[in-house]
């Protein structure tokens, strides 16, 4: 696992600004929230995290190495997006193992073991040999978090994943999402728009409007101690 760090990030596209000089470390193993209405730069902060675009200027920093230039494939970070992105012609078992193949050393039994070992963890162990089509919202939520979280990744990081769920099955995957995390340590980067997905879920959380950070902090210092009205009205009602 390993420290993630945004060190002055901006991202423009043409005249638009969605990142203006963003700042903020991830500890090792924690589970961080970033959260703000539509087009706050949530989404944008991950991608850049994550190397799927890059910064117009500014670091990200994987504990001591400076990975800004890396490309995705090369940087110990795993993605989940809000639309699963599962492959439609792979079973369970071969969506789970992909980048198992593609990115270790492990022989065939060994990938095996390890998806049948994240099946049992995320409880659908009985859907392994089938495609993604038959499965609902929530088994295809649990078969893409397997194929992340399988790659045991330094950092983990999360696009708004629940937002395609009822709101029954969003509250039990919130906790089971924090089961995951705790038992695995990963370091982890949730995005979301929902402020009580970020109340419950982060051990901090940072608040992003207009492409810039208002306030990054545990759940309750933000409630009880707001840095601005902004904060105070997205998170509470003053």
Same mark, same amino acid.
């Given at each position: 696992?390993?420290?993630?760090?945004?060190?002055?990030?901006?991202?423009?596209?043409?005249?638009?600004?969605?990142?203006?000089?963003?700042?903020?470390?991830?500890?090792?193993?924690?589970?961080?929230?970033?959260?703000?209405?539509?087009?706050?730069?949530?989404?944008?902060?991950?991608? =850049?995290?994550?190397?799927? &675009?890059?910064?117009?200027?500014?670091?990200?920093? /994987?504990?001591? @190495?400076?990975? %800004? +230039? *890396?490309?995705?494939?090369?940087?110990?970070?795993?993605?989940?997006?809000?639309?699963?992105?599962?492959?439609?012609?792979?079973?369970?078992?071969?969506?789970?193992?992909?980048?198992?193949?593609?990115?270790?050393?492990?022989?065939?039994?060994?990938?095996?073991?390890?998806?049948?070992?994240?099946?049992?963890?995320?409880?659908?162990?009985?859907?392994?040999?089938?495609?993604?089509?038959?499965?609902?919202?929530?088994?295809?939520?649990?078969?893409?978090?397997?194929?992340?979280?399988?790659?045991?990744?330094? =950092?983990?990081?999360?696009? &708004?994943?629940?937002?395609?769920?009822?709101?029954? /099955?969003?509250? @039990?995957?919130? %906790? +089971? *999402?924090?089961?995951?995390?705790?038992?695995?340590?990963?370091?982890?980067?949730?995005?979301?728009?929902?402020?009580?997905?970020?109340?419950?879920?982060?051990?901090?959380?940072?608040?992003?409007?207009?492409?810039?950070?208002?306030?990054?902090?545990?759940?309750?210092?933000?409630?009880?101690?707001?840095?601005?009205?902004?904060?105070?009205?997205?998170?509470?009602?003053?």
């Amino acid at each position: 696992m390993a420290k993630v760090k945004v060190d002055q990030l901006d991202k423009s596209y043409g005249d638009l600004k969605a990142v203006e000089g963003l700042s903020f470390s991830i500890n090792d193993g924690e589970f961080l929230v970033i959260v703000g209405p539509s087009g706050c730069g949530k989404s944008t902060t991950l991608d =850049v995290i994550a190397g799927l &675009e890059s910064p117009t200027s500014g670091k990200i920093w /994987l504990g001591d @190495e400076d990975i %800004t +230039e *890396l490309a995705p494939q090369d940087r110990d970070i795993a993605m989940v997006f809000q639309n699963y992105a599962l492959y439609p012609h792979m079973s369970v078992q071969e969506n789970m193992s992909f980048g198992l193949k593609m990115s270790s050393d492990y022989d065939k039994e060994t990938i095996q073991e390890k998806v049948q070992e994240m099946a049992s963890l995320l409880g659908i162990s009985e859907l392994l040999d089938d495609k993604p089509k038959e499965l609902s919202g929530g088994q295809q939520q649990r078969v893409a978090l397997g194929r992340a979280v399988i790659r045991e990744p330094e =950092v983990f990081l999360l696009d &708004e994943p629940l937002s395609n769920l009822d709101a029954k /099955l969003r509250t @039990e995957m919130r %906790t +089971e *999402l924090q089961q995951i995390q705790n038992n695995l340590g990963i370091t982890t980067v949730y995005v979301t728009h929902d402020q009580i997905e970020a109340m419950t879920m982060g051990d901090r959380i940072a608040v992003l409007n207009e492409g810039q950070l208002q306030q990054i902090d545990a759940p309750l210092e933000l409630y009880y101690n707001p840095a601005n009205r902004f904060v105070a009205s997205f998170i509470g009602s003053p």
